[in-house]
C-alpha cells in the first residue's frame, strides 16, 4: 500500500528525479510549470481559502521505502466547484498499483467534498494509461478532443462584417452556456454540460494564466447568438482557438474563424496557430472535415474519460512496465 500525501518542498529533489527518467525533451516547458503548484500548495497549507482551493493540488506516493512511484495533479473546472480534472500524472515504472491509488485518492478524498464528476484528457496513443483509468479506476470514455495546428491562411475571408462580432462580456455566459450544452451531442450531456460561470473571465489571473479574448458572432438584427469565439495565448506567440458553432450556422465558420485571425495579427504578424476541435459536439465532424479540406495539420487526439461519482464499474487490470506521464488540457 502506497504512502500517499500533500507535496511539500522537501520533495522537489525527488520530483526531479523521477520526471527526468519518465520524461522526454518535449515535456521539458511542462515541467517548469509543473513547479509553479509547490509554492501554491505551500500557501494552501498555510491558509486554508477557498479561493486558493481553486488551485491546482499535487500529492505524491511513496512505497514502503520510501522511494517516489508517482504524484498526481488535480484542479477544479474554472466556474464548477464540482467538476474536477486529473491535470498531470507522472508514475514511475512498475508502479501500476501507485497509480491506482493515487487516483482513488483522489477521487475519495474530493467526492468526499461533493465533486460529483472527475475527467482526464489522455493522448489516445497511450492505450496502457487508458486501461488504467477505464480498467482499474471505474473511468470511462466518453468521447475525443482533436488539437490541430493552421498551417496555411488559405480559408481567410477579406470581407467580413464585423458589426456581427460582440466582445464578451459575464452577462452573457448564461447564453454561451446554452450554446454549448445545447450543440452538445445528447449522449455526453450529463457528464460534459457546462455551468455559467464556467465561461466567466476571471477577475484574478494567477500565475501562468492565460491571455484571454472572448467573442460573440451573433446576427446583427435579433442579436440572436450564432458562435462563441475564445482566443488564448500564454506568450503572444502560440495562440489557441475555441470556436463552438452549432450545424446550422456552420456555412459562417471560415468568416468567424478569420475574424478570429485578424484580431491575433493585430497583435502578432508571426504568430503559430493551433485549433481545438471537440468531437462531443454537433459540429465536430464539419469542423474535422473543415480542417481536412484545408490541409491543417492532426498534432493530437486525446481521449475524454470520465467519471461520474454514483456511477462506476471497477474492473481488475494487467500491471505494464513502463513509466507515465500525462499532461491534458482542458474540455
Known amino acids: 500500500m502506497a504512502k500517499i500525501k500533500k507535496i511539500s518542498f522537501s520533495d522537489i529533489i525527488n520530483i526531479k528525479k523521477l520526471i527526468s527518467v519518465v520524461c522526454n525533451d518535449n515535456v521539458m516547458d511542462y515541467r517548469r510549470l509543473f513547479f509553479i503548484s509547490v509554492p501554491t500548495t505551500y500557501l494552501q497549507n498555510l491558509f486554508y481559502s477557498v479561493y486558493l482551493r481553486k488551485l491546482p493540488e499535487t500529492y505524491v506516493a511513496f512505497d514502503n521505502n520510501n522511494n517516489l512511484k508517482g504524484l498526481i495533479t488535480v484542479k477544479a473546472q474554472s466556474g ?39 475527467y482526464v484528457s489522455v493522448d489516445d496513443n497511450q492505450t496502457e494509461l487508458i486501461d488504467l483509468f477505464i480498467k482499474g479506476c471505474g473511468f470511462r470514455f466518453c468521447s475525443t478532443e482533436a488539437l490541430w495546428s493552421v498551417s496555411n491562411v488559405n480559408f481567410l475571408v477579406n470581407d467580413i462584417n464585423e458589426k456581427m462580432f460582440k466582445t464578451f462580456k459575464n452577462s452573457d455566459s448564461g447564453k454561451i452556456a446554452e450554446l454549448f450544452n445545447d450543440n452538445l451531442v445528447p449522449l455526453y450531456k450529463y457528464s460534459l454540460s457546462k455551468e455559467n460561470n464556467e465561461f466567466n473571465d476571471k477577475f484574478i489571473q494567477g500565475l501562468n494564466s492565460d491571455t484571454d479574448f472572448k467573442y460573440l458572432y451573433q446576427d446583427e438584427k435579433s442579436g440572436r447568438i450564432k458562435a462563441f469565439i475564445e482566443i488564448k495565448t500564454k506568450d503572444n506567440n502560440n495562440y489557441f482557438i475555441d470556436i463552438i458553432i452549432p450545424p ?32 462531443y459536439l454537433q459540429s465536430g465532424e464539419m469542423l474535422e472535415q473543415f480542417f481536412k479540406e484545408n490541409r491543417f495539420e492532426l498534432l493530437q487526439n486525446n481521449a475524454i474519460l470520465v467519471r461520474d461519482f454514483f456511477k462506476t464499474v471497477r474492473e481488475e487490470n494487467k500491471s505494464f ?3 507515465v506521464v500525462l499532461s491534458g488540457f482542458e474540455v
Not at 482513488?104 to 464528476?117: S, W
Not at 459562417?252 to 481545438?276: C, G, Q
Open 248 to 279: 446550422q450556422y456552420f456555412e459562417t465558420y471560415p468568416e468567424i474563424l478569420s475574424f478570429a485571425v485578424k484580431t491575433i495579427i493585430k497583435r502578432n504578424k508571426n504568430f503559430k496557430l493551433y485549433i481545438k476541435n471537440r468531437k
Open 321 to 323: 512496465s513502463n513509466a
Open 80 to 118: 464548477n466547484p464540482y467538476k474536477w480534472q486529473i491535470k498531470t500524472l507522472f508514475l514511475d515504472r512498475n508502479s501500476h498499483e501507485e497509480g491506482k491509488q493515487l487516483v482513488e485518492y483522489i477521487i475519495a478524498k474530493f467526492g468526499a467534498r461533493g465533486v460529483d464528476t472527475f
